[in-house]
């Protein structure tokens, strides 16, 4: 049986890597594609996959894209409201939301509304607003299925067994380029995006250092799991092999394994519940035949401590959180700011959002915390940037 779904950020990392999956599995039709501004990429995708409709963030860029394709059936959107367009066509099934930011929270929450399955790579989603999303999901009758590679292996391990019976989600984290530093004073921009076992984008590369994507995934996984986070556990496993780990009540711990590779956890979100073959990357043990693990450095890395704060306070706070992590890494690919101040812009934020509703909130009141903590994070960074 043919599936039909649209690809959000299909000329990223996640989106040219599942677009590998698909033609892999074979009956699934791109419906949908978009891009940010990459529309040399999308041109190329559009020709090849001939989806009904493409969505183009910036307005300038788009009407190039229209020009360019007009031989084409292809029909061009634009903005979030194309985004969320795609998000609720009627004849697609899938929404692989694979955007990066917040920007993916919208197009997600519609479509789940629009009753379609979610094959989610967009963390921020679940950060934001997770508690909206997940209860929107079970309303709806909507499945989601996790794309990143370790709620990926969480999601395999739990296949077959109960949720009541978890002790504890093991999270393993690379550790990023600076895992054996000591000191991160004088770290550069292009020491920084040099990621010693992900091809990933510049901000999630970023995150990666800094251990922030560490603590948007233990956000992420409260929430798809249903779990309490005081039995999340993170990890530092260098070699990147084991994904992810459970461990239950009986003592007995499952892992999932494979190489650093998001086609296999791409193809599982596509194909549930089945496995299909494929020539991928297999995975050598006696090649990776040295598993390590260590504790991650919580000072050296406080982004990571922030994050689990963040969702104990709960509320709109892990709102705050990412969105002034977006704007910090924003201006320190810009080399506006150092390294080091990615925590202190994120730590001021925090500090500054005063959430008054703690357990419940509505979708307006996360849109409009995202909206504050970004100007705040602006502000701070400008503020640095002038010192």
């Not at 969505?55 to 959107?77: F, R, S």
């Not at 395999?156 to 990023?176: D, F, R």
């Not at 998001?262 to 193809?267: A, D, E, F, G, L």
């Not at 549930?272 to 043990?285: A, G, H, Q, S, T």
Request: proline residues 3%.
């Amino acid at each position: 049986m043919n599936k039909n779904i649209v690809i959000l950020g299909s000329t990223g990392s996640i989106g040219t890597q599942a677009l590998e999956v698909v033609e892999n599995l074979k009956n699934i039709n791109i419906v949908g594609l978009s891009t940010n501004t990459n529309i040399d990429i999308l041109e190329c995708q559009i020709r090849k996959y001939n989806p009904m409709y493409a969505c183009v963030m910036n307005d300038e860029k788009a009407n190039v894209l229209k020009q360019n394709i007009k031989d084409t059936k292809t029909q061009v959107l634009i903005g979030e409201e194309g985004l969320i367009k795609l998000a609720t066509l009627d004849n697609i099934d899938t929404v692989l939301n694979s955007l990066v930011g917040n920007i993916g929270l919208l197009p997600t929450i519609y479509g789940i509304r629009a009753k379609k399955d979610i094959a989610l790579a967009n963390k921020e989603t679940l950060v934001s607003a997770g508690k909206l999303v997940m209860k929107e999901a079970k309303n709806r009758g909507v499945n989601i299925y996790p794309i990143d590679s370790e709620h990926s292996a969480i999601f395999q391990c739990l296949q077959g067994n109960k949720h009541s019976e978890i002790e504890k989600i093991i999270l393993t984290a690379s550790g990023g380029p600076f895992r054996d530093y000591t000191n991160l004073d004088n770290v550069t921009l292009e020491q920084a995006l040099n990621h010693p076992n992900w091809s990933m984008g510049k901000k999630i590369t970023i995150d990666s250092a800094t251990l922030m994507n560490k603590g948007l995934e233990v956000i992420e996984a409260k929430w798809l799991f249903d779990i309490d986070v005081d039995k999340i556990q993170v990890i530092i496993h260098p070699q990147s092999i084991i994904h992810s780990m459970i461990e239950y009540k009986d003592s007995a711990v499952m892992a999932q394994l494979g190489t650093p590779d998001m086609k296999v956890p791409i193809q599982y979100a596509l194909a549930y519940p089945n496995r299909v073959k494929n020539d991928f990357e297999k995975l050598d043990l006696l090649k990776h035949n040295s598993l390590t693990f260590k504790n991650p450095n919580y000072e050296l890395f406080p982004c990571l401590k922030y994050a689990f704060e963040a969702i104990k306070i709960g509320g709109t706070m892990p709102c705050v959180l990412n969105a002034s992590n977006e704007i910090a890494v924003e201006y320190f690919l810009n080399s506006h700011i150092k390294f080091t101040d990615i925590p202190k812009v994120v730590y001021k934020a925090i500090e500054n959002h005063k959430d008054e509703n703690k357990l419940d909130y509505t979708l307006e009141e996360v849109l409009e915390a995202d909206k504050n903590a970004r100007k705040f994070a602006k502000n701070i960074c400008m503020s640095i940037k002038n010192m």
